[in-house]
């Protein structure tokens, strides 16, 4: 079997196209994808499952095959029975509100028969020890719980080749390790799969082949041998993520120096509306001011709302926060602290970037336009002034975001997952940023899973445990 | 103990068909909210409301139960208070008593239907019924749709609280505008990746869809059936001037 990208040009958008890309995958293959954002990688794959051109429009020379048929001329529900895909989201993938309908549903979608189905989830959820998570609501499942149901669901389609496309962006340690596991096991069953990553470490020594891509161009492929050979500075040089998977609890960093200003939070307990256990459960915690603090710990911890907590987000939690012998309540603390939320898109709500941060800063300020301009040059959005803010992309979303927390004059800057789903480059790229955000006197707390973030920045971390 | 998919099923199968929840929701929303019938048809209404929350405790949904239950007990609170009242609160009074009492039933009937049927089980309905898939599946991506908006929209809630901007403080148009613009970009942005995620998977296929869900008429269905089929047909008679009884 192959898939043949003869002289490829699918323009969907400037920065995602391909040129002239030749690609062959052999049956049972593990081929790994990976290059900075932008590169192409999810591109490839949504030729590879017809998405494009039958969904996403744009210009496509050249042909895809596979069986030796052409998927860009076959409707995509026949492409479905062969090529399942595992989407980056876990959000926006489900269909159905239960699991076990979501499992079923790309069998029933084909008309295969009640028994069958039945027989296929029973298999699957075996196979990957997901009896627990079998009838519930879909909306009740942490984002490793819904990647685990993905990654059932192309199972029990039985789709012959498999397409990963960033599958572990919002994932923690120990989810991942279990999408690798699942990873495992279809290669045990002499799937296909093709994937595209940043995160390289928890595949690297599964995959048989990695392609790396830039600008739309293959610029390395290598085999197993080859890839295994590399060095770390080689790695660097290709712009890649280190290929150690360390977990980022075991990255040592103290949780608070002496000589550290203290800011002392005390009684942050929060637990959802109709469930009895405390998913923040905090007596006292010592933070260290002007530090950068890395928040580790795995999904479903309770670091995101530790975070909503913090700033003052959840009406519930009745912890104070004392700092500079000043003692902050919930109301005060919406007043020093700002959050970065994962979704930036989200807290972004003018018409362009200057009027954006013109809204968080103080009103009184005549210069407040001279010093809005000369901060937002400072974070390298002066060239965007006049641009709509959603039409920016993820990195800029989130400098933008940085810019209002600077300009509203907070004194400490949450973040949450600020680097899930980037390069290295735009990695190291943020780790900067915090550094400079630092130097301006704020306090951040950063709530990550990337330990090459941590070691990049963050001077002090503290781990969440559930509970 | 392994896992048996079909055995999960059966225990998962709600109380009543989802075309028979359909067939309540028709009716009552003509008769109690729609306000169908004259006098003879009082009683019938009085029965009916009383339907959605007996079926809510059937199916053990307690919460939706008690807050139905709230809201109708207030409405007809102010209705009862109604007459003790001065003048313009008066007014008031018989116009909330008089909305909830008339809202409240059908909304609860609605959330029955939505909280207790699978997206599976409803186009399995619906086939059945012979509705065209054009029809049948955006309907389904409804069931899907109104938590994810729901959360969206806490989400940007949480966002503009964060950034102190708040209904109040600056012109209440804008703050409206705010929440509408990422509001609309994060929907438009998950219905793609829903509709491109469903595409894979072969939503749309020509072929006769298999649901592995159970539904179907049992003795409950068929009562609750007749009972719809009873409240049409003594509105009819009352249509007809047969007078079945004095109220």
């Given at each position: 079997m192959s898939f043949v990208y003869?002289?490829?040009?699918?323009?969907?958008?400037?920065?995602?196209?391909?040129?002239?890309?030749?690609?062959?995958?052999?049956?049972?293959?593990?081929?790994?994808?990976?290059?900075?954002?932008?590169?192409?990688?999810?591109?490839?794959?949504?030729?590879?499952?017809?998405?494009?051109?039958?969904?996403?429009?744009?210009?496509?020379?050249?042909?895809?095959?596979?069986?030796?048929?052409?998927?860009?001329?076959?409707?995509?529900?026949?492409?479905?029975?062969?090529?399942?895909?595992?989407?980056?989201?876990?959000?926006?993938?489900?269909?159905?509100?239960?699991?076990?309908?979501?499992?079923?549903?790309?069998?029933?979608?084909?008309?295969?028969?009640?028994?069958?189905?039945?027989?296929?989830?029973?298999?699957?959820?075996?196979?990957?020890?997901?009896?627990?998570?079998?009838?519930?609501?879909?909306?009740?499942?942490?984002?490793?719980?819904?990647?685990?149901?993905?990654?059932?669901?192309?199972?029990?389609?039985?789709?012959?080749?498999?397409?990963?496309?960033?599958?572990?962006?919002?994932?923690?340690?120990?989810?991942?390790?279990?999408?690798?596991?699942?990873?495992?096991?279809?290669?045990?069953?002499?799937?296909?799969?093709?994937?595209?990553?940043?995160?390289?470490?928890?595949?690297?020594?599964?995959?048989?082949?990695?392609?790396?891509?830039?600008?739309?161009?293959?610029?390395?492929?290598?085999?197993?041998?080859?890839?295994?050979?590399?060095?770390?500075?080689?790695?660097?040089?290709?712009?890649?993520?280190?290929?150690?998977?360390?977990?980022?609890?075991?990255?040592?960093?103290?949780?608070?120096?002496?000589?550290?200003?203290?800011?002392?939070?005390?009684?942050?307990?929060?637990?959802?509306?109709?469930?009895?256990?405390?998913?923040?459960?905090?007596?006292?915690?010592?933070?260290?001011?002007?530090?950068?603090?890395?928040?580790?710990?795995?999904?479903?911890?309770?670091?995101?709302?530790?975070?909503?907590?913090?700033?003052?987000?959840?009406?519930?939690?009745?912890?104070?926060?004392?700092?500079?012998?000043?003692?902050?309540?919930r109301k005060e603390r919406q007043k020093i602290c700002f959050m970065v939320m994962q979704d930036t898109g989200n807290q972004l709500f003018t018409e362009s970037v200057l009027e954006e941060v013109l809204i968080s800063s103080p009103k009184s300020a005549e210069d407040a336009e001279k010093k809005a301009t000369e901060l937002l040059r400072q974070l390298d959005l002066d060239a965007f002034l006049d641009r709509h803010p959603q039409s920016l992309s993820g990195g800029q979303k989130q400098r933008l975001a940085i810019a209002c927390a600077i300009a509203s004059g907070r004194e400490m800057l949450l973040l949450d997952e600020p680097t899930s789903g980037l390069d290295y480059a735009h990695m190291m790229e943020t780790a900067q940023l915090l550094k400079r955000v630092q130097a301006m006197g704020i306090t951040l707390l950063v709530v990550t899973h990337d330990s090459e973030l941590i070691h990049a920045c963050c001077g002090r971390k503290i781990v969440l445990k559930r509970g | 103990m392994r896992y048996c998919s079909k055995a999960a099923q059966e225990k998962r199968r709600g109380f009543i068909d989802p075309r028979t929840k359909l067939a309540l929701v028709v009716i009552i929303a003509l008769f109690v909210l729609g306000g169908i019938g004259g006098e003879q048809m009082e009683p019938v209404k009085t029965g009916l409301s009383a339907l959605p929350f007996l079926l809510l405790l059937v199916e053990r949904q307690w919460r939706r139960f008690l807050h139905g239950l709230l809201v109708l007990v207030l409405g007809y609170g102010l209705l009862l208070a109604m007459p003790y009242l001065p003048g313009v609160l008066n007014y008031i009074a018989l116009m909330c008593g008089g909305i909830l009492t008339r809202f409240v039933v059908t909304i609860v009937m609605g959330e029955y239907l939505i909280g207790t049927t699978s997206v599976s089980e409803f186009i399995c309905a619906m086939e059945k019924l012979y509705m065209p898939s054009t029809i049948t599946i955006p309907m389904s991506v409804m069931f899907r749709l109104f938590p994810t908006v729901a959360a969206e929209w806490r989400s940007i809630r949480r966002a503009m609280g964060m950034r102190g901007i708040r209904f109040g403080g600056t012109k209440a148009g804008q703050v409206v505008e705010y929440q509408m613009v990422p509001m609309m970009t994060s929907c438009v942005r998950i219905g793609e990746e829903l509709s491109a995620s469903a595409l894979t998977r072969g939503l749309g296929a020509p072929v006769k869809r298999t649901n592995i869900c159970r539904i179907g008429f049992r003795i409950q269905d068929h009562v609750l059936l007749l009972l719809c089929a009873a409240v049409i047909g003594v509105w009819i008679l009352e249509l007809c001037g047969v007078t079945l009884w004095w109220s």
């Open positions: 003869g002289s490829d040009n699918a323009a969907t958008k400037h920065e995602n196209s391909l040129r002239n890309v030749s690609l062959a995958v052999r049956d049972g293959e593990f081929v790994f994808l990976t290059g900075p954002s932008g590169c192409g990688k999810t591109t490839i794959l949504r030729l590879i499952n017809g998405l494009i051109p039958q969904f996403y429009p744009g210009t496509l020379s050249g042909e895809i095959l596979i069986n030796g048929k052409s998927v860009s001329d076959q409707e995509l529900y026949d492409t479905a029975g062969l090529v399942g895909t595992v989407f980056q989201n876990p959000r926006s993938q489900f269909y159905n509100v239960d699991t076990t309908g979501e499992l079923a549903f790309s069998c029933e979608n084909r008309g295969l028969s009640e028994a069958d189905i039945y027989k296929r989830i029973d298999e699957t959820v075996a196979d990957f020890h997901i009896k627990s998570l079998m009838d519930r609501n879909i909306f009740h499942l942490s984002d490793g719980e819904k990647q685990k149901i993905a990654c059932a669901s192309v199972s029990v389609a039985g789709s012959e080749i498999i397409l990963l496309d960033e599958p572990s962006a919002n994932l923690d340690y120990e989810a991942t390790m279990a999408l690798r596991e699942m990873v495992i096991r279809w290669k045990q069953q002499g799937k296909t799969i093709v994937a595209a990553e940043h995160r390289i470490a928890y595949l690297w020594d599964l995959i048989d082949r990695a392609v790396i891509l830039r600008d739309g161009q293959i610029v390395w492929e290598l085999s197993g041998a080859e890839k295994d050979g590399l060095s770390i500075s080689e790695l660097l040089e290709m712009g890649l993520r280190s290929t150690v998977q360390e977990p980022p609890t075991d990255v040592l960093l103290p949780d608070f120096a002496y000589g550290d200003e203290p800011i002392v939070l005390q009684d942050f307990r929060f637990s959802y509306r109709g469930e009895k256990r405390e998913i923040v459960s905090i007596d006292r915690l010592k933070l260290a001011a002007g530090e950068i603090t890395a928040v580790t710990g795995a999904n479903g911890a309770g670091k995101t709302s530790f975070l909503n907590c913090l700033c003052g987000l959840e009406k519930r939690c009745k912890g104070i926060m004392e700092y500079k012998e000043k003692i902050y309540g | -």
